[in-house]
């Protein structure tokens, strides 16, 4: 096995599978072109149908017009404060932190923040319907109150001496409980089934809650689904599938890292949970459909649904189910995927065939993640063409598939009647609160045809990710919803075919959503990711790894020249394995490297910036190039997981393009105005010799971000990286040669801190770059301070030096503050990331939080047990979330020699005296021993660290 096969053989993968669910095998974002051009050519349709659509639709929707207050209901209110105004958006802000609010103060405030700026009692709101009424009325009275411009001081003064904010308070809160309600059919299962009795409809019920990030949060979602399937299943009725209710589980609630790298986990967790709800559903026989959530999470959930699938108890069951999500590039893929595992199985599947809910985040999250293309459309058009290009598939697949079609919209509604050639054997299904009119009007017309309703059910404390969801949905202007409620909005543009939207392949794409790596364009390009939810992709990256390792080595490296001296081992800190060897310099090798950065500065600093931007912007591309080598050596030298590594390899490359483009800006010789026939220019020129001092914990990217940014200014480097991390600085100075910086401008000297101060104190220094402790840049000032100012030749003739600059960047306290309005959730995600990313190493690693009383409780519990969900272990593993600490000192400072553990037990909260703050731990114990590695120098510092940070401020 080499070095790294580790890389491909993680426990339990099967490396030889590059696609997760069996057969299923799709690109993850294909070229939209591609698709429109297949898309289209199938979309025609005789005239005769077209003219039957239109009549159906535009029926449909000036029904939904001649209503009084348009849709009715929600829909116009949510379309009278849409998300392009201020008001929509201060709703929105609402909604989504109000209900968790405990406390009045923090509840008063926040409405006086959001709604002083707001129009509420203009907007031209014209329903008579009692909930929009009162909605408007109760945010509308609000802002009579808060005025534009007013602060609450003035407030004070005027009518709220009278009615007092306790009365805006309740009014407002009361407004956002509507709004909650409306999409909830009920708190409890039972609750909702007693509505539910009062409809013809059919129901598929929804348990809100979504993304566990706790064991104890799972296992409540997996109880409330189970005791859910038995209410349902005893109310049932005696009606044959598919005319009887069902439930819809998301399986992101079932576990707490329902995540790509978390695979294996996942499948021997998960699977089990979903195949004992699914045994319920079939004992009642009900509908039982996975939801359709985040595209990178789609082939876990295909993997898992099909494990589920094949297991035996299920088998002759006809309602097991899955959400396809119309909008993603793989919709076509996964219903062919369905219809050919229905086959296998000889059983039919109930499909529901969705547009999708996540675009928003979709977009920014592949932009973010610098992937090469969206895994979604970026025009609307394309998703309803794919849409109907589905509904086609699905229609044909029966009666393999029973296709269940989720919109509220008339055009797809009248569209898919005609493509079916009626409304036999197939269902549509709209959401709770939504689409009322349009089904009402379509059932009135169709009595024939079915429809179901998605009804959540639950408390307002799980409502929130739900109803911003549904917010966003009827918030947008491109949204059906809020087309047909705008009456000056004109049917035929409603009822405009997205082929003719489209029109020609090329016209794919949204003009104004740039790709992900033209993010920052024309500036520079975006770093290129990876996407760990291509299972293809992954298993490429990994065998890149696994490929590329090999033995180095680093020596102090003086105008392209390799010295020699006496090399020592270079040791992993994953299990303490040499993995190559360091010459380290000395002093005398120091002055020579100053000396040679000094000879070459003068050539260096007379090329032209367009010369140096563009070695900077080569280099970028080679650790692109090389990414597997230097991930690789990343987490062998460094510790750093896969996750980590990739993420630093790409801030190393854009801060190689970012330095190159703000050269080209910044630095190009300027004209500057003078008296006529004089010409003044503005140049700007390299200070001389740059010294560069960088830490472990980023050994690629503060290295290079530090070297390049002093080499494009047309300084001259002397870099002395971290004794930790010389070998991925050696190929970082290799990568910045062969990329075209000459060897005279740029040297290398690994070594301890003796060489970094004299390096620091070297007379011929110009400026330093440092990156450390507070402590050291401290003595580097004063060190500095005292050096006498050479007059050099290098920097200038006899202009001499002046005062040499420091750059130091060192770490800190970094405190979160978090309160009442923050969903738990996100809090959660950011201080498990902030605190246990790079193993806690990053010098803006959180160390302080600081949470509000009231909640505190609640939040500080998901923390902990999101703590607990980390995987610590050997970072070659991509299922590892905390590697190791970098080494035996580090280890040590966590857990001194002979010291117990500290004692923090799970979850417990440390009080500073007399303050507010509390900080969060989790046991130390049970995870070190359970999960602490033997023989290198693993520790635990998720744990340990948080622990004993929190003891640290606790005590002060
Ligand atoms: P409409 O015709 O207005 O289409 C809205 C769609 O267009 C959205 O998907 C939106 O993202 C997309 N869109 C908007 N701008 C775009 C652009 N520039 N480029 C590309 N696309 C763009 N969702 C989900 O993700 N998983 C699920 O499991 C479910 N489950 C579910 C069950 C039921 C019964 C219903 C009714 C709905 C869902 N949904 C869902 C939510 C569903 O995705 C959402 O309601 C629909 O997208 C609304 O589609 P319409 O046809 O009603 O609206």
Same mark, same amino acid.
């Given at each position: 096995?080499?070095?790294?096969?580790?890389?491909?053989?993680?426990?339990?993968?099967?490396?030889?599978?590059?696609?997760?669910?069996?057969?299923?095998?799709?690109?993850?974002?294909?070229?939209?072109?591609?698709?429109?051009?297949?898309?289209?050519?199938?979309?025609?349709?005789?005239?005769?149908?077209?003219?039957?659509?239109?009549?159906?639709?535009?029926?449909?929707?000036?029904?939904?017009?001649?209503?009084?207050?348009?849709?009715?209901?929600?829909?116009?209110?949510?379309?009278?404060?849409?998300? !392009?105004?201020?008001?929509?958006?201060?709703?929105?802000?609402?909604?989504?932190?109000?209900?968790?609010?405990?406390?009045?103060?923090?509840?008063?405030?926040?409405?006086?923040?959001?709604?002083?700026?707001?129009?509420?009692?203009?907007?031209?709101?014209?329903?008579?319907?009692?909930?929009?009424?009162?909605?408007?009325?109760?945010?509308?009275?609000?802002?009579?109150?808060?005025?534009?411009?007013?602060?609450?001081?003035?407030?004070?003064?005027?009518?709220?001496?009278?009615?007092?904010?306790?009365?805006?308070?309740?009014?407002?809160?009361?407004?956002?409980?509507?709004?909650?309600?409306?999409?909830?059919?009920?708190?409890?299962?039972?609750?909702?089934?007693?509505?539910?009795?009062?409809?013809?409809?059919?129901?598929?019920?929804?348990?809100?809650?979504?993304?566990?990030?706790?064991?104890?949060?799972?296992?409540?979602?997996?109880?409330?689904?189970?005791?859910?399937?038995?209410?349902?299943?005893?109310?049932?009725?005696?009606?044959?599938?598919?005319?009887?209710?069902?439930?819809?589980?998301?399986?992101?609630?079932?576990?707490?890292?329902?995540?790509?790298?978390?695979?294996?986990?996942?499948?021997?967790?998960?699977?089990?949970?979903?195949?004992?709800?699914?045994?319920?559903?079939?004992?009642?026989?009900?509908?039982?459909?996975?939801?359709?959530?985040?595209?990178?999470?789609?082939?876990?959930?295909?993997?898992?649904?099909?494990?589920?699938?094949?297991?035996?108890?299920?088998?002759?069951?006809?309602?097991?189910?899955?959400?396809?999500?119309?909008?993603?590039?793989?919709?076509?893929?996964?219903?062919?995927?369905?219809?050919?595992?229905?086959?296998?199985?000889?059983?039919?599947?109930?499909?529901?065939?969705?547009?999708?809910?996540?675009?928003?985040?979709?977009?920014?999250?592949?932009?973010?993640?610098?992937?090469?293309?969206?895994?979604?459309?970026?025009?609307?058009?394309?998703?309803?063409?794919?849409?109907?290009?589905?509904? !086609?598939?699905?229609?044909?697949?029966?009666?393999?598939?029973?296709?269940?079609?989720?919109?509220?919209?008339?055009?797809?509604?009248?569209?898919?009647?005609?493509?079916?050639?009626?409304?036999?054997?197939?269902?549509?299904?709209?959401?709770?609160?939504?689409?009322?009119?349009?089904?009402?009007?379509?059932?009135?017309?169709?009595?024939?045809?079915?429809?179901?309703?998605?009804?959540?059910?639950?408390?307002?404390?799980?409502?929130?990710?739900?109803?911003?969801?549904?917010?966003?949905?009827?918030?947008? +202007?491109?949204?059906?919803?809020?087309?047909?409620?705008?009456?000056?909005?004109?049917?035929?543009?409603?009822?405009?075919?997205?082929?003719?939207?489209?029109?020609?392949?090329?016209?794919?794409?949204?003009?104004?959503?740039?790709?992900?790596?033209?993010?920052?364009?024309?500036?520079?390009?975006?770093?290129?990711?990876?996407?760990?939810?291509?299972?293809?992709?992954?298993?490429?990256?990994?065998?890149?790894?696994?490929?590329?390792?090999?033995?180095?080595?680093?020596?102090?490296?003086?105008?392209?020249?390799?010295?020699?001296?006496?090399?020592?081992?270079?040791?992993?800190?994953?299990?303490?394995?040499?993995?190559?060897?360091?010459?380290?310099?000395?002093?005398?090798?120091?002055?020579?490297?100053?000396?040679?950065?000094?000879?070459?500065?003068?050539?260096?600093?007379?090329?032209?910036?367009?010369?140096?931007?563009?070695?900077?912007?080569?280099?970028?591309?080679?650790?692109?190039?090389?990414?597997?080598?230097?991930?690789?050596?990343?987490?062998?030298?460094?510790?750093?997981?896969?996750?980590?590594?990739?993420?630093?390899?790409?801030?190393?490359?854009?801060?190689?393009?970012?330095?190159?483009?703000?050269?080209?800006?910044?630095?190009?010789?300027?004209?500057?105005?003078?008296?006529?026939?004089?010409?003044?220019?503005?140049?700007?020129?390299?200070?001389?010799?740059?010294?560069?001092?960088?830490?472990?914990?980023?050994?690629?990217?503060?290295?290079?971000?530090?070297?390049?940014?002093?080499?494009?200014?047309?300084?001259?480097?002397?870099?002395?990286?971290?004794?930790?991390?010389?070998?991925?600085?050696?190929?970082?100075?290799?990568?910045?040669?062969?990329?075209?910086?000459?060897?005279?401008?740029?040297?290398?000297?690994?070594?301890?801190?003796?060489?970094?101060?004299?390096?620091?104190?070297?007379?011929?220094?110009?400026?330093?770059?440092?990156?450390?402790?507070?402590?050291?840049?401290?003595?580097? +000032?004063?060190?500095?301070?005292?050096?006498?100012?050479? !007059?050099?030749?290098?920097?200038?003739?006899?202009?001499?030096?002046?005062?040499?600059?420091?750059?130091?960047?060192?770490?800190?306290?970094?405190?979160?503050?978090?309160?009442?309005?923050?969903?738990?959730?996100?809090?959660?995600?950011?201080?498990?990331?902030?605190?246990?990313?790079?193993?806690?190493?990053?010098?803006?690693?959180?160390?302080?939080?600081?949470?509000?009383?009231?909640?505190?409780?609640?939040?500080?519990?998901?923390?902990?047990?999101?703590?607990?969900?980390?995987?610590?272990?050997?970072?070659?593993?991509? !299922?590892?979330?905390?590697?190791?600490?970098?080494?035996?000192?580090?280890?040590?400072?966590?857990?001194?020699?002979?010291?117990?553990?500290?004692?923090?037990?799970?979850?417990?909260?440390?009080?500073?005296?007399?303050?507010?703050?509390?900080?969060?731990?989790?046991?130390?114990?049970?995870?070190?021993?359970?999960?602490?590695?033997?023989?290198?120098?693993?520790?635990?510092?998720?744990?340990?660290?948080?622990?004993?940070?929190?003891?640290?401020?606790?005590?002060?």
């Amino acid at each position: 096995m080499t070095p790294d096969a580790r890389f491909r053989q993680t426990p339990g993968a099967e490396p030889e599978r590059l696609f997760s669910a069996p057969g299923f095998s799709a690109p993850y974002a294909p070229p939209d072109e591609e698709i429109a051009a297949r898309l289209l050519a199938q979309a025609e349709r005789p005239a005769a149908a077209e003219g039957r659509i239109d009549r159906l639709a535009t029926g449909l929707i000036e029904a939904i017009r001649r209503r009084t207050g348009g849709l009715g209901g929600i829909e116009d209110f949510l379309h009278a404060y849409s998300l !392009s105004t201020k008001e929509g958006l201060a709703l929105m802000v609402l909604a989504e932190a109000l209900l968790r609010v405990p406390d009045a103060a923090t509840a008063d405030r926040l409405i006086e923040d959001k709604l002083a700026t707001g129009d509420w009692s203009s907007s031209e709101l014209k329903s008579n319907a009692l909930l929009v009424s009162a909605s408007a009325w109760t945010l509308g009275i609000t802002a009579r109150i808060i005025h534009p411009g007013e602060t609450p001081d003035t407030i004070l003064e005027g009518l709220i001496r009278r009615l007092g904010l306790p009365v805006v308070r309740t009014a407002t809160r009361e407004a956002m409980r509507l709004l909650g309600s409306h999409f909830v059919l009920g708190q409890t299962i039972q609750e909702a089934l007693r509505r539910a009795r009062t409809q013809r409809e059919r129901y598929s019920f929804d348990m809100l809650g979504e993304g566990a990030r706790t064991a104890a949060d799972a296992g409540r979602y997996l109880c409330a689904y189970a005791s859910a399937i038995d209410a349902i299943g005893a109310s049932a009725g005696d009606r044959a599938l598919p005319d009887r209710p069902g439930i819809s589980v998301k399986l992101s609630a079932l576990h707490p890292r329902f995540e790509p790298v978390s695979r294996e986990r996942v499948l021997k967790e998960l699977v089990p949970n979903v195949i004992e709800l699914a045994r319920k559903a079939r004992h009642h026989d009900l509908n039982f459909t996975v939801d359709a959530e985040e595209a990178d999470r789609l082939e876990l959930s295909l993997e898992v649904f099909a494990a589920a699938l094949a297991d035996p108890s299920l088998r002759g069951w006809d309602g097991f189910g899955l959400a396809v999500q119309a909008y993603q590039k793989r919709a076509g893929a996964v219903i062919d995927w369905l219809a050919e595992s229905a086959r296998a199985q000889a059983r039919r599947l109930m499909v529901r065939l969705v547009k999708g809910a996540y675009w928003d985040s979709e977009i920014k999250r592949a932009q973010e993640r610098g992937l090469a293309d969206y895994p979604v459309f970026t025009r609307k058009a394309m998703t309803d063409l794919c849409y109907m290009a589905g509904a !086609s598939r699905l229609l044909a697949a029966r009666p393999r598939l029973y296709p269940q079609f989720a919109t509220h919209n008339a055009l797809t509604v009248a569209s898919v009647i005609e493509d079916a050639g009626g409304v036999a054997d197939y269902e549509f299904q709209r959401l709770h609160g939504m689409g009322e009119v349009l089904y009402e009007m379509l059932l009135a017309e169709l009595p024939q045809a079915a429809c179901r309703i998605y009804a959540p059910v639950g408390g307002h404390r799980d409502l929130l990710a739900y109803l911003v969801r549904r917010l966003l949905e009827n918030g947008a +202007n491109s949204s059906f919803v809020s087309a047909a409620a705008d009456p000056s909005v004109p049917i035929a543009s409603i009822i405009k075919r997205p082929q003719s939207a489209i029109g020609d392949p090329r016209q794919a794409r949204h003009k104004r959503i740039p790709l992900p790596r033209d993010l920052y364009a024309p500036m520079r390009r975006n770093s290129a990711g990876v996407e760990f939810g291509e299972r293809a992709t992954l298993m490429g990256l990994l065998a890149e790894i696994d490929q590329t390792a090999g033995a180095t080595a680093a020596a102090p490296l003086i105008g392209g020249v390799a010295l020699a001296g006496r090399a020592r081992a270079v040791r992993s800190p994953i299990d303490g394995a040499t993995i190559g060897e360091v010459t380290e310099g000395d002093e005398a090798i120091a002055a020579a490297a100053m000396a040679a950065a000094e000879a070459g500065f003068a050539h260096w600093a007379g090329e032209p910036i367009e010369r140096r931007a563009a070695a900077l912007e080569r280099a970028g591309d080679l650790l692109e190039a090389r990414r597997g080598r230097l991930i690789g050596l990343m987490a062998r030298e460094g510790g750093k997981t896969l996750d980590d590594a990739i993420a630093e390899l790409r801030e190393a490359v854009d801060f190689c393009r970012y330095y190159a483009a703000q050269a080209r800006l910044e630095l190009a010789p300027q004209p500057m105005p003078g008296p006529t026939g004089e010409s003044n220019v503005l140049r700007y020129r390299g200070r001389g010799v740059f010294v560069c001092i960088s830490p472990w914990n980023f050994p690629l990217s503060i290295f290079l971000g530090q070297v390049s940014a002093a080499l494009v200014a047309g300084n001259s480097v002397v870099a002395k990286p971290a004794e930790q991390t010389p070998l991925i600085a050696a190929e970082a100075v290799r990568i910045l040669h062969e990329a075209g910086v000459p060897a005279s401008a740029l040297h290398l000297v690994p070594g301890d801190g003796k060489v970094g101060a004299a390096l620091a104190a070297d007379p011929r220094v110009a400026g330093i770059a440092f990156t450390g402790s507070t402590e050291v840049a401290r003595l580097i +000032n004063r060190d500095l301070a005292r050096t006498p100012s050479l !007059s050099s030749p290098a920097s200038g003739g006899g202009l001499g030096k002046g005062i040499v600059p420091l750059i130091a960047e060192t770490g800190g306290i970094n405190p979160m503050i978090v309160d009442a309005t923050a969903l738990p959730e996100q809090v959660t995600d950011d201080v498990v990331a902030s605190a246990f990313r790079s193993a806690g190493q990053r010098c803006s690693a959180l160390r302080l939080l600081c949470v509000q009383d009231d909640v505190a409780e609640r939040i500080l519990e998901m923390v902990a047990g999101a703590a607990r969900e980390l995987k610590l272990g050997d970072p070659r593993d991509p !299922s590892t979330h905390v590697g190791p600490v970098i080494d035996a000192q580090a280890k040590d400072r966590l857990e001194p020699a002979g010291a117990s553990p500290p004692a923090l037990p799970l979850g417990s909260l440390r009080r500073a005296a007399g303050g507010r703050h509390l900080c969060a731990a989790h046991d130390h114990r049970a995870q070190a021993g359970e999960r602490s590695h033997r023989g290198g120098f693993r520790s635990d510092p998720a744990c340990g660290a948080l622990a004993r940070r929190c003891a640290r401020c606790a005590a002060r």
